[in-house]
């Protein structure tokens, strides 16, 4: 099956520098959205994106949809201990027949020292 | 404001053991599906129900049956567990397909 290559697969930093992973796709996407994964916990949606080239911001994260619509971008700035998870993309949309389901990328791991 | 819930949070199971995994949520979604989650695979889609009364099948929906109970309510049957089996699952829900999703905290399920 479809999956979106996701990158760096972990991370591990020191707490206030920022961070940047990426997802790319061979398929356009309609919708990019990023999740985090807590340990033990499901999915939270982070930020939705909606048009190609949009770039939405929630607190400290900064999201851009590429203006492709195969790839997006996920930033976090001055990193802190609580942003310790899995980050996870995912792309809905038009891909091939089977529209509107989610395909997610294999997640980037972030590791924060304090 | 419980969201998704999923029951039970951690399950073990002899292989040829069957078990249903059971998803409820309280926010009058229509869609609803079941993930599995494995050490570098993502997510992957086992099973949707995009309304109340169908189901589909996903990427990975061998070994596995669905039952929509009810709008509120999905549950993922494994007749005759596997260790490949083995896996993290988790359920979520959306208004519709093609909206947003949010997630359960997951089903940790082993077989032996």
């Known amino acids: 099956g479809q999956q979106l290559n996701q990158s760096p697969q972990s991370m591990f930093i020191q707490e206030g520098e920022d961070v940047s992973m990426n997802c790319t796709s061979s398929?356009?996407?309609?919708?990019w959205l990023w999740y985090k994964q807590d340990p033990g916990e499901g999915p939270v949606l982070l930020i939705a994106?909606?048009?190609?080239?949009e770039l939405t911001s929630n607190g400290r994260l900064t999201a851009q949809f590429g203006i492709t619509r195969k790839d997006s971008f996920l930033n976090i700035s001055a990193s802190i201990p609580s942003d310790v998870g899995i980050y996870f993309c995912?792309?809905?949309?038009?891909?091939?027949?089977?529209?509107?389901?989610?395909?997610f990328g294999t997640g980037t791991l972030l590791a924060v020292q304090p | 404001n419980a969201g998704v819930t999923q029951t039970p949070k951690f399950q073990v199971l002899k292989t040829g053991q069957s078990m249903t995994l059971q998803c409820a949520q309280d926010?009058?979604?229509?869609?609803m599906y079941w993930y599995r989650q494995d050490p570098g695979m993502g997510l992957r889609l086992i099973y949707y129900?995009?309304?109340?009364?169908?189901?589909d099948k996903g990427e990975v929906p061998n070994g596995y049956n669905v039952s929509r109970l009810n709008k509120r309510e999905f549950s993922l049957r494994l007749e005759s567990a596997a260790p490949s089996q083995t896996s993290v699952y988790f359920c979520?829900?959306?208004?519709?397909?093609?909206?947003?999703?949010?997630f359960g905290a997951g089903t940790r399920l082993s077989v032996l």
């Open positions: 979520a829900s959306s208004e519709a397909t093609g909206y947003l999703q949010y």
């Open positions: 398929s356009i996407f309609n919708t």
């Open positions: 994106l909606y048009k190609a080239g």
């Open positions: 995912a792309g809905q949309g038009d891909y091939g027949g089977a529209t509107n389901k989610l395909i």
């Open positions: 926010m009058n979604h229509n869609s």
């Open positions: 129900s995009a309304s109340e009364g169908t189901t």
